[in-house]
């Protein structure tokens, strides 16, 4: 069987069982995203990565791939449509790219800047959330989560711990930490786990490695979110 679909009138192979969102990824089309690990399993939440699948509106990172597709991807409609999810993300949140150490290797910064947004274009929430920073190593900063799942997953399937969960509905969801005093330094959370460094945004922080390397060198600084041929690498590589 000839494994092959056609993404924006390129084809690409893919391998039986993968989605839309993989089979891109190893091809090395850029789909944008957030909620997608390529080490995690597909959560399709963020809707960052809606795809015309044959005329149908469909999460990139939750469909299968099959032979044949036609998918669009990087059109001005998707993209105009991805550009007000994250314009809704970056002022429903603290995003504010200057005064946050995750500049430069944000993953929610990088995709506004890959979709042409340089300002909010909406107005600003400005949340008042706490702040944990009682973990000897880790900070969570409540007010930069998009709620994209990811630590949660990453928490449960690569570290084995079940850290994070998601309580509250709606605009009072909220990320709830496993521990009785529902406080990080109580929690089983260590800085090695998986599910700090996924975290794309800085909501989930590693300290005292604040502006080790400069703004300017940073990965996403030196390397363009939809670079050919890195359209995951950027997951998996070094952001601190
Ligand atoms: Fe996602 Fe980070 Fe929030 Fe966890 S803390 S849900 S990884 S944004
Ligand atoms: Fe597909 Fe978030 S990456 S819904």
Avoid at 82 to 106: A, S, W, Y
Avoid at 130 to 156: P, Q
């Amino acid at each position: 069987m000839n494994n092959t679909l056609c993404i924006d009138s390129q084809d690409i192979s893919f391998e039986s069982g993968q989605s839309i969102m993989q089979a891109a990824c190893a091809a090395g089309v850029f789909i944008p995203h957030l909620c997608f690990h390529p080490d995690i399993s597909p959560h399709g939440s963020c809707r960052l990565c809606m795809v015309q699948v044959d005329g149908r509106l469909l999460p990139a990172c939750t469909t299968p791939a099959m032979a044949g597709q036609k998918i669009e991807n990087n059109t001005d409609s998707l993209n105009a449509q991805r550009r007000l999810v994250t314009q809704m993300l970056f002022v429903e949140g603290d995003h504010i790219c200057p005064g946050c150490e995750k500049t430069g290797n944000c993953q929610l910064q990088a995709v506004a800047y890959f979709l042409g947004l340089l300002e909010p274009g909406l107005p600003q929430m400005y949340p008042t959330r706490n702040i944990d920073a009682s973990h000897a190593d880790v900070l969570l900063d409540f007010n930069r989560c998009i709620l994209c799942e990811l630590c949660v997953r990453a928490s449960r399937e690569m570290d084995g711990k079940n850290v994070f969960a998601i309580g509250g509905r709606g605009q009072h969801a909220h990320i709830v930490i496993n521990a009785t005093s529902g406080r990080l330094k109580d929690s089983a959370l260590s800085i090695e786990d998986r599910a700090v460094d996924v975290c794309p945004v800085g909501a989930l922080m590693k300290k005292h490695q604040a502006y080790q390397k400069p703004i300017g060198q940073r990965f996403y600084d030196q390397n363009p979110i939809d670079q050919k041929g890195d359209a995951n690498s950027h997951q998996r590589g070094e952001k601190t």
